[in-house]
């Protein structure tokens, strides 16, 4: 059994630390001893200690000190203090300097192995979550790909928000048009990358939980708030204090929880759950939706005056389909960029044709769906150049069937496309177009209805 982590035994008393690293070891940790106090700190750093274990009280230099030096140092270390004395009244000075936990003797092992364990697995959790957001940071793109005028009108509002930090702004667009990228880029734009003061970027997704977790969350609750509530805990507003808070889908937020975040943006403040303080909140905040709001509100689902209050800096990015010019441009981004993640350079770039029918096609999940094509190609395609064949058989389909009749006929694309391809993607679509009412359905294809639900067998649809 080999468990991680390293500890550090500081202890003059030979009996106590022979007996805890035998224990210790026995459990799978590698322990190193130390008895002699004098350059202690050097050696804890350079063996790059997870835990030390530290006796409080020695002769020459006391625990306490050799702790305020650890602290001081800002160690990824993590102290726990062996006190002799059971008053608990040094070991608590010691919490307050910044020791993690403590252990009374004379200890049971047991306990020791529970503290241990308990806190190299937060330090564990600790690593994965920072590794996991520097991931996911990394992941999302930053730079905003696009010259269509859309985008180049885009980043100039951008600019100009920036630059005059506004406190809340509004982004729409479809799924998959950018909106967290967006974000991220006015983040950046607002508070800088390489600032020596971090600015938080933080994100909430509205519509992934309930009402009542998602409050506690965004305004966080005092000690005893509500039943499981043992500890204070700050909401992700005060998280995000002197950077963004991303308020993502604010469209799922439910009315009463809407109310309160209006309150947030007016005053500037938040009053956590079971708490009378009201605390200050300087951070931008940006809330996006692929719904339309002023329809939202229309039907009572969205208040008025929060869309007032957030309207005023909106963006709306627009679908992929009504700026085609973006997309040559981001084909030959995110082929680069695959490229480079996967070292692959099979795929050299797309014959005219391809290109083409990339263009026409209408991108239902806008960049998203045009990213994730050029991660399959890059990883899986095998020719230097993408051609019509190549690409999925909905791309080309569409286009014979988008384009429509041509001076009384359909326009057979050069790679030449399968039948049924056409057929299955009308069927679908008149099946969404009709809301999957059949009937309707098979009116649309002006088709019996006992032919369309033939058809519908055909092609596995039913
Ligand atoms: N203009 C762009 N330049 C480069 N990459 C982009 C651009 N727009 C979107 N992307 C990429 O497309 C993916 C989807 O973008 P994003 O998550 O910002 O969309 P969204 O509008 O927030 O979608 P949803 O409404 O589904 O949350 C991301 O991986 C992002 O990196
Ligand atoms: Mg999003």
Request: proline share 3%; glycine share 6%.
């Amino acid at each position: 059994m080999s468990k991680k982590g390293k500890i550090f035994l500081l202890d003059d008393e030979e009996l106590i630390s022979d007996v805890l690293l035998r224990a210790l070891r026995n459990e799978g940790y590698e322990v190193m001893k130390e008895n002699e106090t004098d350059g202690v700190e050097e050696k804890i750093m350079a063996w790059d200690a997870d835990i030390l274990l530290l006796d409080i009280s020695m002769p020459g230099r006391s625990g306490m000190e050799i702790l305020k030096e650890i602290i001081s140092r800002n160690l990824q270390t993590q102290v726990i203090m062996l006190t002799a004395d059971d008053t608990a009244e040094s070991a608590v000075a010691a919490m307050k300097i910044g020791a993690v936990d403590y252990i009374t003797k004379p200890f049971d092992m047991d306990e020791v192995k529970i503290v241990v364990g308990n806190i190299l697995e937060k330090q564990e959790l600790k690593k994965e979550v920072s590794f996991l957001r520097k991931a996911y940071a990394d992941s999302m793109e930053r730079e905003f790909i696009g010259e269509s005028k859309a985008v180049k009108e885009i980043k100039t509002t951008v600019e100009k928000m920036a630059q005059a930090k506004v406190g809340s702004i509004l982004v729409t667009g479809e799924s998959g048009t950018g909106k967290e990228v967006i974000a991220r880029h006015i983040h950046q734009l607002m508070f800088g990358l390489d600032s020596s003061r971090y600015a938080p970027f933080v994100t909430v997704n509205c519509a992934a939980m309930p009402e009542a977790l998602l409050e506690s969350e965004l305004f966080g609750h005092e000690k005893g708030a509500f039943t499981d509530s043992k500890t204070l805990k700050k909401g992700l507003f005060e998280e995000a204090k002197g950077g963004t808070i991303l308020l993502d889908e604010i469209s799922e937020m439910k009315l009463s929880l809407q109310s309160k975040l209006l309150r947030v943006l007016e005053e500037r403040t938040v009053r956590r759950i079971g708490g009378n303080q009201e605390i200050k909140v300087n951070v931008t905040v940006i809330a996006t939706s692929n719904v339309n709001l002023i329809e939202a509100v229309g039907k009572g689902n969205f208040r008025q005056d929060l869309f007032f209050r957030l309207s005023p800096f909106y963006l709306y990015l627009p679908p992929l389909r009504e700026r085609k010019s973006d997309i040559p441009l981001l084909l030959d981004y995110y082929l680069a960029h695959f490229t480079n993640k996967y070292h692959k350079n099979t795929v050299k770039g797309f014959s005219p044709e391809a290109e083409r029918l990339l263009i026409n096609y209408h991108w239902p999940g806008n960049v998203r769906e045009l990213k994730n094509l050029l991660e399959r190609f890059v990883v899986l395609e095998n020719n230097e150049i993408i051609r019509p064949e190549h690409l999925p058989h909905w791309v080309s389909a569409q286009e014979v069937i988008a384009s429509g009749p041509v001076g009384g006929r359909y326009i057979l694309p050069e790679s030449g496309i399968s039948l049924d391809d056409v057929e299955r993607d009308l069927i679908i679509q008149a099946l969404e177009k009709s809301n999957q009412n059949m009937a309707q359905a098979a009116k649309l294809l002006n088709i019996t209805y006992d032919s369309f639900r033939y058809q519908l067998k055909k092609f596995g649809l039913k």
